[in-house]
C-alpha cells in the first residue's frame, strides 16, 4: 500500500496505482479535463505509476503545463492521422509556428486537399473516441537516431546525433512512434477539441486556448505576421539553420562565425529598409515602435535612428515610459496592484498636446519619468521638430490609434517589432516565441536589475496578460513588421542563462519551469558571444552593447 495526500486528505491505495486512476477519483473537483499531476516539485504523466507515499496535486488543461502537453498530443494525434491517410505517398509533415492559438502546417510528399484534411481530421476524431495510450518507452540514443532515420524524420536524427545522453524517451500511439520535448496526455480521449483548416500552402490546427481549454478557438489570419514568419523560415532553410539539430551542425564544424556575421548583416539590411520607407514619406513625422517584452525595441530604435542619419533624417528619440502618469494616479488591477502594462497608466492627454504643439511648430519641454520616485520630471529637456526631423518613439502602446488620437494619421509610421523564432527542434516539435523572449528577458533582468531567474519566471504570467491586452490585438496595424530574433542567439543565451536556472531552489513553484527550460538549452550546443557586434540586438541582453543599454 500507498499513503497519498490530495488537497490535504490522506487516503491509502494499492501499491502501483497510476496518476490516472487517482485523477479519475477527484476529477469533479475541476473544472477542465486533468491532463498532468505534480508530486515533489516535479510533473508526471498520468500513466506513471505511483510506488512511495507522496502529496500530489493535478492539473488540467487550463495551466500552463497542461495546455502546452494538449498542444503536443494533439500533434502526436495529427502526425498519426494523416500518415494513416496519405500512407506510402507521404514523406513528412512539418509542425511550423503558432498564430494566434493556431499551429501552422505545411505537408512534404502529397498534395494537400479539402478532401485529405477532411479524412485526416475524421480520423482524429476516430482515435480520440478510441481512447487509445499514448506509450512512452526509454531506448538508446543511438537506436532512436537509426529510427528516425528509416522514418526519414531527418531534422529529429539529426538532433539526437547531437545529444549527450545515453537514453531518450520516444512515444507510441497505436503503432506510430516519435520524439517529443515534453511531457504527453496520458490517452486520446483528452483530445476532444480541434480542427483543420487550410491555409495558405498548408493547413492550421485550431485548438483551444488557456482561458476556454473546452472551446475551439477560432481562426484569425494575420497575413503581416504570417509573412514575417515566413520570410525568417525561409532565411532559416537557405542558411541551412531552420533547426537546431542544424545549428548544432554549423556550430560543431566552426561556421558560428560566418552564421553570426551573415544574420546581423540581414538584420542591418531589414533596418536600413525600413528607414528608407520612411524617408521616402515627408509627411512620415512620428514613428511608432511597439513590441512585446525582450523584443529589443531599444537597441533597434538606437540602430533605426542611425540609418535614418545616413538619409539626412534627424531622429529624436522619446520613450513612452516617460509619460507615465504619477504612481499615485495609476490605476490598478483586480489585486489592487499598479498596472503599468494599461493604457490608463500612460498620460494620454499631455503626450498629445506636447506631440501636437511639436508638429505645429512649437517647442516643448519632454518630461522624463523617476522610476524610483514614481513621478514625472522635468530637467530641461527642450526640443522642437524642425524640416527633416522625426520622433522615433518607443513604448508598449505605440500602435493603439487611442495613444496618438490627435496625430494626424499620414503622420505615424508604426513599426511591430518581435523576436519571432525562425528555428525550431525538429519537424514536428516547436519553439515557442515567448521560451526565447523568456530567457533574454531572465539574462538582461539579471544583469541590468539584480532580478533572479525565480522572480523573472514569476513575473512573466503577467507580463504575458498585458501583452494579450494592449499590444498583440495592434499588431496588424502596423504599417512593417521587424523580425528581431537571431538565428543563434539561443545557443549564446545558454551559456548566460543556465546558471541563472541551476540557482533556482527545487521547493518553490518556478522550479519546474526552470527545469523545463534547462532540459530544452540542453539541446544546443552554446556559443561564445566574443563574436557578437557590439551594436547587435542581442547585446541589449548579454550586456557590451555600444548603446550602452
Same mark, same amino acid.
Given at each position: 500500500?500507498?499513503?497519498?495526500?490530495?488537497?490535504?486528505?490522506?487516503?491509502?491505495?494499492?501499491?502501483?496505482?497510476?496518476?490516472?486512476?487517482?485523477?479519475?477519483?477527484?476529477?469533479?473537483?475541476?473544472?477542465?479535463?486533468?491532463?498532468?499531476?505534480?508530486?515533489?516539485?516535479?510533473?508526471?504523466?498520468?500513466?506513471?505509476?505511483?510506488?512511495?507515499?507522496?502529496?500530489?496535486?493535478?492539473?488540467?488543461?487550463?495551466?500552463?503545463?497542461?495546455?502546452?502537453?494538449?498542444?503536443?498530443?494533439?500533434?502526436?494525434?495529427?502526425?498519426?492521422?494523416?500518415?494513416?491517410?496519405?500512407?506510402?505517398?507521404?514523406?513528412?509533415?512539418?509542425?511550423?509556428?503558432?498564430?494566434?492559438?493556431?499551429?501552422?502546417?505545411?505537408?512534404?510528399?502529397?498534395?494537400?486537399?479539402?478532401?485529405?484534411? =477532411? @479524412?485526416?481530421?475524421?480520423?482524429?476524431?476516430? $482515435?480520440? /473516441? #478510441?481512447?487509445?495510450?499514448?506509450?512512452?518507452?526509454? +531506448?538508446?540514443?543511438?537506436?532512436?537516431?537509426?529510427?528516425?532515420?528509416?522514418?526519414?524524420?531527418?531534422?529529429?536524427?539529426?538532433?539526437?546525433?547531437?545529444?549527450?545522453?545515453?537514453?531518450?524517451?520516444?512515444?507510441?500511439?497505436?503503432?506510430?512512434?516519435?520524439?517529443?520535448?515534453?511531457?504527453?496526455?496520458?490517452?486520446?480521449?483528452?483530445?476532444?477539441?480541434?480542427?483543420?483548416?487550410?491555409?495558405?500552402?498548408?493547413?492550421?490546427?485550431?485548438?483551444?486556448?488557456?482561458?476556454?481549454?473546452?472551446?475551439?478557438?477560432?481562426?484569425?489570419?494575420?497575413?503581416?505576421?504570417?509573412?514575417?514568419?515566413?520570410?525568417?523560415?525561409?532565411?532559416?532553410?537557405?542558411?541551412?539553420?531552420?533547426?537546431?539539430?542544424?545549428?548544432?551542425?554549423?556550430?560543431?564544424?566552426?561556421?558560428? =562565425? @560566418?552564421?553570426?556575421?551573415?544574420?546581423?548583416? $540581414?538584420? /542591418? #539590411?531589414?533596418?536600413?529598409?525600413?528607414?528608407?520607407? +520612411?524617408?521616402?514619406?515627408?509627411?512620415?513625422?512620428?514613428?511608432?515602435?511597439?513590441?512585446?517584452?525582450?523584443?529589443?525595441?531599444?537597441?533597434?530604435?538606437?540602430?533605426?535612428?542611425?540609418?535614418?542619419?545616413?538619409?539626412?533624417?534627424?531622429?529624436?528619440?522619446?520613450?513612452?515610459?516617460?509619460?507615465?502618469?504619477?504612481?499615485?494616479?495609476?490605476?490598478?488591477?483586480?489585486?489592487?496592484?499598479?498596472?503599468?502594462?494599461?493604457?490608463?497608466?500612460?498620460?494620454?492627454?499631455?503626450?498629445?498636446?506636447?506631440?501636437?504643439?511639436?508638429?505645429?511648430?512649437?517647442?516643448?519641454?519632454?518630461?522624463?519619468?523617476?522610476?524610483?520616485?514614481?513621478?514625472?520630471?522635468?530637467?530641461?529637456?527642450?526640443?522642437?521638430?524642425?524640416?527633416?526631423?522625426?520622433?522615433?518613439?518607443?513604448?508598449?502602446h505605440g500602435l493603439n490609434d487611442k495613444l496618438s488620437y490627435s496625430l494626424p494619421k499620414e503622420s505615424k509610421f508604426k513599426i511591430y517589432i518581435s523576436a519571432l523564432t525562425q528555428l525550431n527542434i525538429d519537424e514536428h516539435n516547436r519553439i515557442a516565441t515567448t521560451d526565447g523572449r523568456l530567457i533574454r528577458r531572465m539574462v538582461r533582468d539579471a544583469r541590468t536589475r539584480g532580478t533572479s531567474a525565480a522572480r523573472t519566471i514569476a513575473m512573466w504570467p503577467s507580463v504575458r496578460r498585458g501583452e494579450d491586452n494592449y499590444i498583440f490585438p495592434f499588431q496588424e496595424e502596423a504599417d512593417v513588421m521587424f523580425n528581431s530574433a537571431l538565428i543563434y542567439e539561443l545557443a549564446v543565451l545558454k551559456t548566460y542563462v543556465e546558471p541563472l536556472l541551476f540557482g533556482i531552489p527545487k521547493d518553490i513553484p518556478e522550479y519546474i519551469e526552470a527545469k523545463r527550460l534547462l532540459k530544452f538549452l540542453d539541446y544546443?550546443?552554446?556559443?561564445?558571444?566574443?563574436?557578437?557586434?557590439?551594436?547587435?540586438?542581442?547585446?541589449?541582453?548579454?550586456?557590451?552593447?555600444?548603446?550602452?543599454?
Open positions: 500500500m500507498v499513503k497519498v495526500k490530495i488537497d490535504g486528505v490522506a487516503k491509502e491505495y494499492d501499491d502501483n496505482i497510476t496518476y490516472k486512476e487517482l485523477a479519475k477519483e477527484h476529477k469533479d473537483s475541476y473544472e477542465y479535463d486533468i491532463i498532468l499531476a505534480r508530486c515533489g516539485g516535479k510533473l508526471m504523466e498520468l500513466n506513471k505509476h505511483i510506488t512511495q507515499d507522496c502529496e500530489v496535486c493535478f492539473l488540467d488543461t487550463s495551466y500552463d503545463s497542461g495546455h502546452k502537453t494538449y498542444i503536443r498530443g494533439i500533434t502526436l494525434l495529427m502526425l498519426k492521422s494523416f500518415y494513416d491517410v496519405a500512407g506510402e505517398r507521404l514523406k513528412n509533415v512539418f509542425v511550423k509556428y503558432a498564430i494566434g492559438n493556431s499551429c501552422y502546417c505545411e505537408v512534404e510528399g502529397t498534395k494537400l486537399t479539402q478532401k485529405l484534411l =477532411s @479524412d485526416v481530421e475524421e480520423r482524429m476524431h476516430s $482515435l480520440v /473516441e #478510441k481512447d487509445l495510450p499514448f506509450e512512452k518507452r526509454s +531506448i538508446d540514443t543511438e537506436d532512436a537516431v537509426n529510427i528516425f532515420g528509416d522514418y526519414g524524420m531527418y531534422d529529429k536524427k539529426e538532433l539526437l546525433e547531437f545529444r549527450r545522453v545515453s537514453k531518450v524517451n520516444i512515444y507510441t500511439l497505436d503503432g506510430f512512434e516519435d520524439y517529443y520535448y515534453g511531457y504527453m496526455p496520458p490517452s486520446t480521449g483528452i483530445l476532444k477539441y480541434f480542427n483543420l483548416q487550410l491555409y495558405d500552402k498548408g493547413f492550421v490546427i485550431n485548438m483551444p486556448n488557456r482561458k476556454t481549454p473546452n472551446v475551439v478557438s477560432e481562426f484569425k489570419s494575420s497575413p503581416k505576421l504570417f509573412k514575417t514568419l515566413q520570410e525568417a523560415s525561409d532565411w532559416g532553410r537557405v542558411a541551412g539553420a531552420d533547426t537546431v539539430g542544424a545549428l548544432n551542425n554549423i556550430i560543431a564544424h566552426g561556421k558560428a =562565425s @560566418d552564421l553570426i556575421l551573415v544574420q546581423e548583416a $540581414l538584420q /542591418e #539590411k531589414k533596418i536600413a529598409g525600413i528607414a528608407e520607407a +520612411i524617408a521616402s514619406d515627408d509627411s512620415k513625422k512620428f514613428v511608432m515602435i511597439a513590441g512585446p517584452s525582450s523584443s529589443g525595441k531599444t537597441s533597434f530604435s538606437h540602430r533605426l535612428s542611425i540609418q535614418l542619419r545616413t538619409l539626412g533624417i534627424k531622429p529624436h528619440r522619446i520613450s513612452l515610459d516617460d509619460y507615465f502618469k504619477n504612481r499615485e494616479d495609476t490605476p490598478k488591477d483586480e489585486n489592487g496592484n499598479y498596472d503599468f502594462e494599461c493604457l490608463g497608466a500612460v498620460d494620454v492627454e499631455l503626450f498629445n498636446k506636447d506631440m501636437m504643439q511639436l508638429l505645429n511648430g512649437g517647442t516643448v519641454e519632454l518630461p522624463e519619468f523617476n522610476f524610483i520616485k514614481g513621478q514625472r520630471e522635468y530637467k530641461g529637456n527642450f526640443m522642437r521638430l524642425d524640416e527633416g526631423d522625426v520622433f522615433v518613439i518607443e513604448g508598449i544546443f550546443i552554446g556559443i561564445n558571444s566574443e563574436d557578437i557586434p557590439k551594436n547587435s540586438l542581442l547585446r541589449e541582453f548579454v550586456g557590451g552593447s555600444i548603446f550602452k543599454v
